[in-house]
């Protein structure tokens, strides 16, 4: 375990130093001008790797409570270090994955790129698409950092594969977010936000149908496959947040990846 500090010299235990910086330069694109908190809210984060998200938002918002979700084991140790740095009562680290109902699924661990560990491999399988969406946030953090504009574009591929170098394959645990929300008796969730590498879907679907209305926000990274970008949006406007508003990330121009905001 490491210890980097981000742009404003907050410190934060990471894995990967760069990747830390990396994370936190994407989260900025969750705190889109629709997205309201305030002090006290409670936010769950699905997918929450190291906890870049729950550090920024208990230093801005000191009295609210970040639910964090973390499938892999040693992703989950940094995770959790992050979290008793800020007080484990307002900042919980919970090593699970969440999906349609409770079980167990494989995920595959990449070391050198923790961010991109999945249960959903396939997702990467076409190289192309993997170097593209690389190409994409380095061109992206050209304008945020100055190593990067060392980074010749031109290695995008060759940086794709480092990246996948030695991975891993693992088996973790998974509940629904609803017999999470009852286990820890949580009656309203003013921010869910969802970046969990192709597992949105599957996260959304285990919402039972009396919890919705406790869910007044929601961000979610969708892998827009098989029209799921129109089906998440569907989804949420069945269940009360219809005020909805779709966006993709500077670096991701021309894959298929977009963020959606969507609240009542």
Known sequence: MKQVLLTDNLPI???QKPEALVLDHHIQGYFHDSIQLKDGDVVMDVGANIGVLGVRLLHKFPQSKVYAFEPIPMIFKVLEANAKRLGADRFVALNMGLSTQPGA?????FPLAP???TAHPEMWD????????????????KTQF??????????????ARVLRWGATKMVCPLQTLSSVMRDKQIE??????????????????????????????????????????EQVKQLLTTHGLTSIHVEQEAG???TSLYNIFAHR
């Open 13 to 15: 235990y990471c894995l």
């Open 105 to 109: 699924l494989e995920f595959v661990y």
């Open 115 to 117: 961010a991109l560990s």
């Open 126 to 141: 076409d190289p192309s698409k993997f170097a593209l969406a690389v190409k994409g946030v380095l061109k992206d953090l």
């Open 146 to 159: 100055w190593w990067a504009k060392l980074i010749p574009l031109g290695i995008s591929g060759l940086i």
């Open 188 to 229: 309203r969730i003013d921010l869910l936000k969802i970046d969990c590498e192709g597992a949105e879907w599957e996260v959304l679907q285990g919402i039972a149908a009396e919890d919705w209305p406790k869910i007044q926000q929601v961000v979610a990274e969708v892998h827009n496959e098989n029209n799921r970008l």
């Open 252 to 254: 991701l121009h021309g």
